[in-house]
């Protein structure tokens, strides 16, 4: 099972296109331990159309992962 935990996101809407960093951490929790990461990204926002499907108006563009290492192991 793996679950992601948003810590913080940081938007630039000074600049376009607007740029984005999510700092997060990685749960994998398997039968024999629980492994820790942590999870950054980036990307740059798009301005698009706002509809149903896309209600921010938003196109992600260059998506990038950044750092994804692991914090701790905890064997179980």
């Not at 509809?51 to 992600?60: A, E, L, T």
């Amino acid at each position: 099972t793996q679950t992601v935990e948003i810590d913080s996101v940081k938007c630039d809407f000074d600049q376009y296109p607007y740029k984005v960093n999510t700092y997060a951490r990685q749960l994998i929790v398997r039968e024999s331990s629980l492994t820790v990461r942590s999870l950054v990204t980036s990307c740059r926002l798009l301005n698009a159309t706002r509809s149903d499907n896309n209600p921010h108006g938003f196109i992600i563009e260059a998506f990038t992962i950044t750092e994804n290492k692991d914090l701790q192991t905890i064997k179980r």
